[in-house]
């Protein structure tokens, strides 16, 4: 399993902590959102999905990544 912690722009309730989690459990990941924090951390198996496409995810439901 890999695990990758992003910092991610816009997230302010527990829906919108819902929806990003949702959305990479789509993908077969395991996510656990931060808000206070303001960071996504994810496991994933990098032979089912990748971070480019659990990125994109996030990106498609309305919140920014940043480094």
């Known amino acids: 399993m890999e695990k990758l912690?992003?910092?991610?722009?816009g997230?302010?309730?527990g829906g919108c902590a819902k929806k990003?989690?949702?959305a990479l459990q789509n993908?077969?990941?395991?996510?656990?959102v931060d808000l206070?924090?303001?960071?996504?951390?994810?496991?994933y198996d990098k032979k089912v999905t990748?971070?480019?496409?659990l990125q994109q995810a996030?990106?498609?439901?309305g919140y920014q990544i940043i480094a």
Do not use: H, P, R, Y
């Open 27 to 32: 993908l077969g990941a395991e996510a656990k």
């Open 5 to 9: 912690v992003l910092n991610v722009v």
């Open 20 to 22: 990003v989690e949702g």
């Open 36 to 43: 206070a924090a303001k960071t996504v951390t994810v496991e």
């Open 11 to 13: 997230m302010t309730c």
């Open 58 to 61: 996030i990106t498609d439901k």
């Open 50 to 53: 990748s971070a480019n496409a």
